[in-house]
């Protein structure tokens, strides 16, 4: 855990945590020491569709096997 009074280590370790690479973490803390904060918000919601869009892939991929395995039992098997 980083120490709460340095700042730049909660940025990083929250970052990290969030899956960001070393580059984009090091991007975001370049934006937040420059009080690019518009920037710094676009960046991020640029990273978070990325991350909703796995989501939504994996899900898709999910109910393709739910489906598949209901199908399955319905069927009395292949």
Same mark, same amino acid.
């Given at each position: 855990?980083?120490?709460?009074?340095?700042?730049?280590?909660?940025?990083?370790?929250?970052?990290?945590?969030?899956?960001?690479?070393?580059?984009? #973490?090091? +991007?975001?803390?370049? $934006?937040?020491?420059?009080?690019? %904060? =518009? !920037?710094?918000?676009?960046? &991020?919601? #640029?990273? +978070?569709?990325?991350? $909703?869009?796995?989501?939504?892939? %994996? =899900? !898709?991929?999910?109910?393709? &096997?739910?489906?598949?395995?209901?199908?399955?039992?319905?069927?009395?098997?292949?």
């Amino acid at each position: 855990m980083a120490n709460a009074a340095d700042k730049n280590a909660v940025i990083w370790e929250n970052l990290t945590d969030a899956g960001l690479s070393r580059e984009s #973490v090091e +991007r975001c803390i370049e $934006l937040i020491n420059t009080k690019s %904060y =518009t !920037a710094l918000e676009r960046y &991020l919601a #640029v990273y +978070r569709n990325k991350l $909703l869009d796995r989501i939504h892939e %994996y =899900t !898709a991929r999910l109910d393709c &096997l739910d489906y598949f395995t209901y199908d399955l039992k319905k069927n009395g098997g292949i």
